[in-house]
């Protein structure tokens, strides 16, 4: 430590300890875990809901066929 922070600390270290760096660290991680948490959340319900839609889509397109290839049936009988 230079002379000048020495006198702007009073001849002590800053007041930074390590107990007090690995408190603010571990606030920083369980924020973090919190966010984590919450986007795992946010992600499994976009996935149920894309699977979901997949699904509708899946039902559509089968109906969509069906129709027409009774459509396609009824115009070569006519």
């Known amino acids: 430590m230079s002379t000048r922070d020495r006198g702007r600390f009073g001849g002590k270290e800053p007041s930074m300890d390590v107990e007090s760096l690995e408190r603010e660290n571990e606030r920083g991680l369980d924020a ?3 966010r984590i948490g919450l986007l795992k959340q946010a992600t499994h319900g976009i996935r149920h809901e894309v699977d979901s839609q997949h699904h509708v889509l899946d039902r ?3 109906s969509m066929f069906s129709t027409g290839s009774m ?3 009824a115009a070569d009988r006519s």
């Open 60 to 62: 559509m397109a089968d």
């Open 32 to 34: 973090l875990s919190e």
């Open 71 to 73: 459509l396609s049936g």
